[in-house]
Antibody, heavy 118, light 110 residues
């Protein structure tokens, strides 16, 4: 059974960089699939952030692309997200998920709340 | 990249059927058969209910069905049950290798 777990700081200072890691168990990232990040501001809807393939090829939401870095570490079976120059608008629950095919996310982490505040 | 448009809320009585619409454009829903639907209960991660417009993942009740016509996709829940009360989101693959989510619909079981 595929399991995903997000980890990282719960509080980030404005203008700094938000960094999160997703650790995958029960499935090798090197085996394939796309691995994605999705976020949800408190009380609001889902926003697609981007996804990455085990080769490192990645795609991002155009609205975040200039601030976003998504990378993968197959040796640790992890993939990560870095979002620079954060503001309060980046406060959200951040989820990592596995795209099992058809650009649909069948496996999700539990989510981690990241608050941007001084 | 604009969010897909969904009604803010839909309600129905137990046993009834309801349909949630998801309106997009010719660059997303209209162009690809990669529409998904997710159910989200409060405080929980979303759960995949439908993928590739009409397919149900293993373990998902056949009370949930999906369809698409032109630039609009739909999720129908038949035999509405109290546990179906949740938020529902559609998503679609879009041009430029991106994914876009819908605005979300709150389903209330009366």
């Amino acid at each position: 059974q595929v399991q995903l777990q997000e980890s990282g700081p719960g509080l980030v200072t404005p203008s700094e960089t938000l960094s999160l890691i997703c650790t995958v168990s029960g499935f090798s990232i090197s085996s394939g699939n796309y691995w994605g990040w999705i976020r949800q501001p408190p009380g609001k809807g889902l926003e697609w952030i981007g996804y990455i393939y085990h080769s490192g090829r990645n795609y991002s939401n155009p609205s975040l692309k200039s601030r976003l870095t998504i990378s993968v570490d197959t040796s640790k079976n992890q993939f990560s997200l870095k979002l620079s120059s954060v503001t309060a608008a980046d406060t959200a629950v951040y989820y990592c998920a596995r795209d099992g095919g058809g650009f649909s996310y069948g496996n999700w982490g539990q989510g981690t709340l990241v608050t941007v505040s001084s | 990249q604009s969010a897909l448009t969904q009604p803010a809320s839909v309600s129905g009585s137990p046993g009834q059927s309801i349909t949630i619409s998801c309106s997009g454009t010719s660059s997303d829903i209209g162009a690809y058969n990669y529409v998904s639907w997710y159910q989200q209960h409060p405080g929980k991660a979303p759960k995949l209910m439908i993928y590739e417009v009409t397919n149900r993942p293993s373990g998902i009740s056949n009370r949930f069905s999906g369809s698409k016509s032109g630039n609009t996709a739909s999720l129908t829940i038949s035999g509405l049950q109290t546990e179906d009360e949740a938020d529902y989101y559609c998503s679609s693959y879009a041009s430029s290798t991106t994914v876009v989510f819908g605005t979300g619909t709150k389903v209330t079981v009366l």
